[in-house]
């Protein structure tokens, strides 16, 4: 199983950025998908978390500022970010809980795509 984003960048502030992750190998089904995000000397934090029904969960501080979306087909999710503030650059880390048809339900996590936003 794989998760690979992309999408990552330098954008300034006030601007917008749409950050992709694709899921693949021999997935059976998927739960929750989310992005993560950690920024220099933090630690990971939760931004935006959806269910496979749809049903979304955001982080205070970016609520109204990132949508997160999700296409079951495609074993994708999206996060769309605006509105870009100083306190947004991180690696931003998508996330999966799934299984295959070989294992149970693990969370998986892809590599990272970086967020820069200039002032």
């Known amino acids: 199983v794989q998760l690979v984003e992309s999408g990552g960048g330098l954008v300034q502030a006030g601007g917008s950025l749409r950050l992709s992750c694709a899921a693949s190998?021999?997935?059976?089904?998927?739960?929750?998908m989310g992005w993560y995000r950690q920024g220099p000397g933090k630690q990971r934090e939760l931004v935006a978390t959806?269910?496979?029904?749809?049903?979304?969960n955001y982080a205070d501080s970016v609520k109204g500022r990132l949508t997160i979306s999700r296409d079951n087909a495609k074993k994708t999710v999206l996060l769309e970010m605006s509105s870009l503030k100083p306190e947004d650059p991180a690696v931003y880390y998508c996330?999966?809980?799934?299984?295959?048809?070989?294992?149970?339900?693990?969370?998986?996590w892809g590599q990272g795509t970086q967020v820069t936003v200039s002032s």
């Open positions: 190998g021999s997935i059976q089904r998927i739960n929750t």
């Open positions: 959806i269910a496979s029904s749809g049903s979304s």
């Open positions: 996330s999966a809980n799934l299984n295959t048809f070989a294992t149970e339900y693990h969370d998986y």
